[in-house]
Nanobody
Framework: QVQLVESGGGLVQAGGSLRLSCAAS????????IDWYRQAPGKQRELVAT???????LYVNAVKGRFTISRNNAKNTVYLQMNSLKPEDTAVYYCRAVRAGTAYWGQGTRVTVSS
């Protein structure tokens, strides 16, 4: 099993920055691909960024050049550095790990960007 706990959300003005953290418990964290998703009010949950066990990163077009995903396997933690935030980035952000065909989600952390 994997337990994920997100933190770092909050209220920030447009143009500001936040760093989200996803702390994982359980073994074999370093072998997991970790995704960050977000869900805005009234919208479906969408993939934002992915980091593989080898450190390859992928981003949705809307956040390319502004968000950076990284991982520290020694701390069992994945980060999402979010810069130049926009009001449309307002959402609850979740991290996800898939292991043996089962998806594990954290409880989410809320990000609100004011204009």
């Amino acid at each position: 099993q994997v337990q994920l706990v997100e933190s770092g959300g909050g209220l920030v003005q447009a143009g500001g920055s936040l760093r989200l953290s996803c702390a994982a418990s359980g073994s074999s964290f370093s072998s997991n691909t970790i995704d960050w998703y977000r869900q805005a009010p009234g919208k479906q949950r969408e993939l934002v960024a992915t980091i593989t066990s080898g450190g390859t990163t992928l981003y949705v077009n809307a956040v390319k050049g502004r968000f950076t995903i990284s991982r520290n396997n020694a701390k069992n933690t994945v980060y999402l550095q979010m810069n130049s935030l926009k009001p449309e980035d307002t959402a609850v952000y979740y991290c996800r790990a898939v292991r043996a065909g089962t998806a594990y989600w954290g409880q989410g952390t809320r990000v609100t960007v004011s204009s």
